[in-house]
């Protein structure tokens, strides 16, 4: 479904991303990890349209996005960035009507389907009752639902998510990938996010994707490619792993520093 070929990204001469091959199939949670710095959240602009390539191409169901009309696009694609910010005056589901603008003609009213998929939205992601009360007032976590809400009111296919759970406390960080994963469950949505928790990583994806020295450094399910090896490899970091049967993954304890 997508398909990045022979990507290459760079800011004026700093390459980021050098010549990158992969595929992701429809209905997969994907978490890309790494080091900081290695290039995930530039990747996800890529893939989310957000950076042009250097080189290469980027390509949904054959076609490539920088030839895709924008429109259509965002009622397929729809991405959560970095600490998102909304208007100080917008309530929550002002925010997620918002989700709704590649549908609207050329008014940019609401009719009244898009007004039932943002009630749909909401309640989804169980903010029915927040929706009256402005962003800003909202708890991190509310915060970061009320985002997704909006994503999942494109009705997107791909949702994408750069570090969701950054910065929550560790319970809403489990309420939003709990979410995650129930969207991807229910609606057949893929997720590709940027996660910095390898633990929560391997118990949410159905693939990881190891980025290092600009490229891949490996790729596949959570219980084949974490292990001491690769934490030592790619985070110069000593730790012990265990595995988890209910969840089928593995999750580890850190030792120290190699």
Same mark, same amino acid.
């Given at each position: 479904?997508?398909?990045?070929?022979?990507?290459?990204?760079?800011?004026?001469?700093?390459?980021?991303?050098?010549?990158?091959?992969?595929?992701?199939?429809?209905?997969?949670?994907?978490?890309?990890?790494?080091?900081?710095?290695?290039?995930?959240?530039?990747?996800?602009?890529?893939?989310?349209?957000?950076?042009?390539?250097?080189?290469?191409?980027?390509?949904?169901?054959?076609?490539?996005?920088?030839?895709?009309?924008?429109?259509? &696009?965002? =009622?397929?694609?729809? +991405?959560?960035?970095? $600490?998102?910010?909304?208007?100080?005056?917008?309530? %929550? @589901?002002?925010?997620?009507?918002?989700?709704?603008?590649?549908?609207t003609g050329i008014s940019g009213k609401l009719s009244k389907k898009d007004l039932e998929v943002v009630d749909w939205a909401i309640k989804e992601t169980k903010m029915n009752h927040l929706q009256h009360r402005q962003v800003m007032?909202?708890?991190?976590?509310?915060?970061?639902?009320?985002?997704?809400?909006?994503?999942?009111?494109?009705?997107?296919?791909?949702?994408?998510?750069?570090?969701?759970?950054?910065?929550?406390?560790?319970?809403?960080?489990?309420?939003?990938?709990?979410?995650?994963?129930? &969207?991807? =469950?229910?609606?057949? +949505?893929?997720?590709? $996010?940027?996660?910095?928790?390898?633990?929560?990583? %391997? @118990?949410?994806?159905?693939?990881?994707?190891?980025?290092?020295?600009?490229?891949?450094?490996?790729?596949?399910?959570?219980?084949?490619?974490?292990?001491?090896?690769?934490?030592?490899?790619?985070?110069?970091?000593?730790?012990k792993i265990f595995y988890d049967e209910e969840n089928d993954s593995p999750y580890f304890l850190p030792l120290g520093i190699v």
């Amino acid at each position: 479904m997508l398909e990045v070929n022979n990507l290459t990204l760079a800011y004026d001469n700093n390459v980021i991303v050098d010549d990158m091959n992969f595929k992701i199939e429809k209905g997969k949670i994907i978490s890309l990890i790494g080091a900081n710095g290695c290039g995930k959240s530039t990747l996800l602009k890529s893939l989310s349209r957000n950076l042009k390539p250097k080189k290469g191409a980027v390509y949904l169901d054959g076609e490539a996005l920088v030839k895709m009309d924008t429109k259509l &696009l965002a =009622k397929r694609m729809s +991405i959560l960035p970095q $600490m998102p910010k909304a208007p100080d005056d917008f309530t %929550a @589901r002002d925010l997620v009507s918002f989700g709704r603008y590649p549908y609207t003609g050329i008014s940019g009213k609401l009719s009244k389907k898009d007004l039932e998929v943002v009630d749909w939205a909401i309640k989804e992601t169980k903010m029915n009752h927040l929706q009256h009360r402005q962003v800003m007032t909202l708890s991190g976590g509310e915060r970061q639902r009320a985002w997704i809400a909006l994503a999942l009111a494109q009705q997107p296919e791909v949702l994408m998510l750069d570090e969701p759970t950054t910065f929550l406390d560790i319970c809403y960080q489990y309420e939003v990938l709990e979410l995650i994963n129930r &969207l991807n =469950k229910e609606f057949g +949505i893929t997720i590709i $996010m940027v996660l910095h928790d390898l633990n929560q990583a %391997a @118990r949410y994806s159905h693939e990881i994707i190891v980025m290092k020295d600009k490229n891949i450094y490996k790729r596949g399910k959570p219980k084949d490619i974490i292990n001491e090896d690769l934490l030592k490899d790619v985070f110069n970091l000593k730790a012990k792993i265990f595995y988890d049967e209910e969840n089928d993954s593995p999750y580890f304890l850190p030792l120290g520093i190699v």
